[in-house]
């Protein structure tokens, strides 16, 4: 739960740091912090009177270095213009999750997932999720991230859920990648390193062809097969360009991996069409709209990968999650409009449990957060925030009844004006 690159340079974000404040990208701010994790010192976010507790990890890789992260849960506890905000967890499906499948340890700065599907071959077992978050093969009451779970995941950490007017025309395939790679880090399942096995295709340049297929081979390595010795599983994750029968079975095309299919046997490709029915209308319908894959799979003696499991998940133009029509109009409009908002994801949750599928940002003070209601949630309250964010403010709801009409008007953009007060 990293502070956004995006929020923190333009923000001005000011933390309180052993009794002193310290803006962010100040010369003095990386010492700061470095001193704040030798003492173990919690730095206070100043996004709100009180101040909002947070800790400092130390990154990963050969550069170190230290960030500032939020304690787990504390998101919704931020101003909404604050970098660190996020909307309370249990108007999505990562309330669910979040404790149970999801622990983040603020000591080490590691999360540890539990992982509901598995990233070890089994021998004749094909099993795929459903689009609803149900499977044949992985129990879904919130205790283990289903595939689909576990994409949510990465996609909010990677703060790909996040939009606002100033990322139109920056997010590509480049800066997706860099994100979710990103997000991947200090996570971990089943003690493994999720980084380790996650494999997001490279954007293809024809020049640099060779060294593109050379290091995607050195990754694969992991995953090949070997005679009388158990296969480990990697993770896809990648924007789909086919699905098409092949001359035996079936191949998934991923794009920026031009010269390797993916290969899906034939009682998988039947489930496909039957599970992903809703996301596979609403990609064929819109040109513009991208379509992204997680899967695990292995990798043949003869290098082939062959898909285990798999889901998909429709996005936008601009990579922002989707899943029917409806949320799409409404995600289109929010764009289209200028506004600065996050989406909401089910993670685990099935299509017949009501989540937000929007919070708007940018409508003063207070957040609000915006509902696709459907015919038969008519009786169903909208999960509400539990006691870990009984401090926050609630979201103010906004409703939208598509069997009413046409969407009515959005919630007003307003400028959030106590800036001034807690900026040095």
């Not at 108007?91 to 997932?113: M, R, W």
């Not at 008007?409 to 800036?419: M, S």
Request: overall charge neutral.
């Amino acid at each position: 739960m990293e502070v956004s690159a995006y929020g923190v340079s333009a923000s001005g974000t000011v933390y309180e740091i052993g009794g002193q404040l310290f803006e962010v990208a100040t010369s003095g701010f990386a010492q700061a912090i470095a001193n704040a994790h030798a003492a173990r010192q919690r730095p206070r976010c100043q996004c709100t009177p009180e101040g909002v507790e947070m800790y400092v990890a130390r990154l990963a890789g050969p550069h170190g270095g230290y960030i500032v992260k939020r304690m787990p849960d504390t998101g919704c506890r931020h101003a909404c213009d604050c970098p660190s905000y996020e909307p309370p967890a249990d108007l999505s499906g990562l309330g669910q999750v979040l404790g149970t499948a999801i622990n983040e340890d603020p000591a080490t700065g590691q999360t540890s997932l539990r992982l509901g599907f598995s990233l070890t071959k089994l021998p004749g077992c094909s099993q795929m999720p459903t689009a609803g978050g149900e499977s044949e093969s992985v129990c879904t009451d919130g205790t283990k991230l289903s595939l689909r779970g576990l994409l949510h995941y990465l996609w909010d950490e990677a703060e790909l859920t996040k939009w606002h007017p100033g990322f139109a025309g920056k997010r590509t395939w480049g800066t997706v990648r860099r994100q979710l790679l990103s997000a991947s880090e200090d996570k971990f399942a089943r003690g493994d390193s999720l980084r380790s096995r996650l494999y997001i295709p490279e954007t293809f340049f024809l020049d640099q062809r060779d060294a593109i297929n050379a290091r995607r081979s050195a990754q694969w390595l992991q995953a090949l097969s070997a005679p009388g010795k158990p296969q480990s599983l990697m993770l896809l994750i990648g924007e789909v360009k086919e699905i098409v029968p092949a001359r035996f079975g079936f191949k998934a095309v991923v794009k920026h991996v031009p010269d390797q299919a993916f290969a899906l046997d034939h009682p998988l490709y039947r489930r496909l069409g039957r599970r992903f029915a809703t996301e596979l209308a609403l990609w064929g319908a819109c040109e513009q709209m991208h379509m992204v894959i997680i899967a695990t799979f292995s990798v043949s003696e003869r290098g082939v990968p062959v898909v285990s499991e798999l889901s998909l998940m429709p996005v936008t133009q601009q990579w922002l999650p989707v899943e029917n029509a409806c949320d799409e109009q409404l995600v289109d409009r929010l764009v289209s409009q200028g506004r600065t908002f996050r989406k909401g994801l089910r993670y685990n949750l099935p299509a017949t449990i009501p989540v937000a599928s929007a919070t708007l940002m940018d409508t003063g003070g207070e957040p609000c957060s915006l509902r696709i209601s459907r015919e038969a949630e008519a009786d169903t309250e909208v999960p509400l925030p539990t006691e870990t964010h009984q401090h926050a403010h609630l979201p103010q709801s906004w409703v939208w009844h598509p069997e009413d009409g046409a969407m009515p008007p959005l919630p007003k953009k307003q400028f959030f004006t106590e800036t001034a007060d807690r900026r040095l």
